[in-house]
Structure formats: structure tokens, C-alpha cells
């Protein structure tokens, strides 16, 4: 099947600094990628949708020019937390749409992120 | 998006049979469900996706009633490996459209 990458794994902070996670797609293509956030016992919360050669869509809530987000060929998406603050830590997680026809999205293993 | 409601956790045993349920009531026609499981500090995985009756993979079946209401994820004898954290969610037969993810179910297994 279809993988996923991203890179860091996890990384550790000062507050104040920016951090970039890169999410890949390693056998397949990926005009749209999506980032997720999740809070330790808490579900995925969609942070944003990230087109290749256009604009990010942000959700509600989401502050763009925090999070920005490049997705600069079809097979990299990067996301950079801006001014990392305590409370941006997180575990981030993209996502790629599969190709057959399905429903199915294949996940990157995230990337723990600890502002200190 | 349709809304859907699990049971927040579940326990079960070694080589138990497990099924755990999921409420949409707002399904809409073009709507199909999709299962995803999560292990601790890892992306969700795909497990199975299905639009009405029944749907059996390698891994697990999927049980869905005439009225698409519910529907039913059944893992056959989970072992230890099995625990982890199982998504429920209902939407368009698209892969490029992005995901609502609810609580999730929590499945322990225990020896």
C-alpha cells in the first residue's frame, strides 16, 4: 500500500522558535495532503488541507499564519509552527488520499512535538 | 458531514470476539463508512470500509443494518496487539475529502 512519511518523529523546543514537520509521499502522488493535531486521550482535529501549488485551507480556528503550510511539489507537504508556544505541544499527523477509488487515507506515523 | 456516536472504551479478552457500534443517524445516501485504528503515538490505519449489508476483509468484518443507521466493526479473536484506539466515520466515497474523526472507541485487550 500507498506510505506516508514524515520527518521529524519528534522533536523538543524553545518557545519562541519555529519547527517545520514534513510529511511525504513516498510511492504515490498527493495533490492534497492533510494535517491533523492531536492532543494526548483526544481524537484528530483537522488543522488544514494543503493543496500542491496553491493556498492551504485552514479550519476554523486554525491560525494560518502560525501554521503555515507549503505544499511545493506533489510529493511533500511541510507544516511550520511559527513562535512555538507550550501549548502548540502536540502530536501532528498528516495524511494522504489514496488513489483507488476509496474512502481511504494513508496516515504518516506523526510527529510529537514538545515546545519547552 | 454525518455525525457518529461509540462507546467511549471497551475491554475484552484474548481470542474474544469483539464488536463495537457506531450511531449515524444523519448518514446521507451518498455517504459510505470507514473504520481506522489507531495504535499510541502512530497515524490512524485503515481497517475496512463498506455501504450497506455486510463487507469481510482479512482483518475485520463490517455489518451494516438496511437503514445505515449503525454500524457494526467485528474483530474476530483479538489478541494483545489489537488494543488500541478504533474510528468510526461516515462521509463521501472520496479519498481526497478530508476526515472528521469523533472520540473513537478504546479497545483494551487483556490477556
Known amino acids: 500500500g500507498a506510505v506516508v512519511s514524515q520527518h521529524p518523529s519528534w522533536v523538543i523546543c524553545k518557545s519562541g522558535t519555529s519547527v517545520k514537520i514534513e510529511c511525504r509521499s513516498l510511492d504515490f502522488q498527493a495533490t492534497t495532503m492533510f494535517w491533523y493535531r492531536q492532543f494526548p486521550k483526544q481524537s484528530l482535529m483537522l488543522m488544514a488541507t494543503s493543496n500542491e501549488g496553491s493556498k492551504a485551507t485552514y479550519e476554523q480556528g486554525v491560525e494560518k499564519d502560525k501554521f503555515l503550510i507549503n505544499h511545493a511539489s506533489l510529493t511533500l507537504s511541510t507544516l511550520t509552527v511559527t513562535s512555538a508556544h507550550p501549548e502548540d505541544s502536540s502530536f501532528y499527523i498528516c495524511?494522504?488520499?489514496?488513489?483507488?477509488?476509496?474512502?481511504?487515507?494513508?496516515f504518516g506515523p506523526g510527529t510529537r512535538l514538545t515546545v519547552l | 458531514l454525518a455525525k457518529t456516536t461509540q462507546p467511549i472504551s471497551m475491554d475484552s479478552y484474548e481470542g474474544q470476539e469483539v464488536n463495537i457500534t457506531c450511531s449515524h443517524n444523519n448518514i446521507a445516501t451518498n455517504d459510505y463508512i470507514t473504520w481506522y485504528q489507531q495504535f499510541p503515538s502512530q497515524g490512524p490505519r485503515f481497517i475496512i470500509q463498506?455501504?450497506?449489508t455486510k463487507v469481510t476483509n482479512e482483518v475485520a468484518s463490517l455489518f451494516i443494518p438496511a437503514d445505515r443507521k449503525s454500524s457494526t466493526l467485528s474483530l474476530p479473536r483479538v489478541s494483545l496487539s489489537d488494543t488500541a484506539v478504533y474510528y468510526c466515520?461516515?462521509?463521501?466515497?472520496?479519498?481526497?475529502?478530508?476526515?472528521?474523526f469523533g472520540g473513537g472507541t478504546r479497545l483494551m485487550v487483556k490477556p
Open positions: 463498506g455501504y450497506k
Open positions: 495524511s494522504a488520499p489514496g488513489q483507488d477509488g476509496y474512502n481511504e487515507q494513508f
Open positions: 466515520l461516515v462521509g463521501p466515497n472520496n479519498a481526497g475529502n478530508m476526515l472528521t
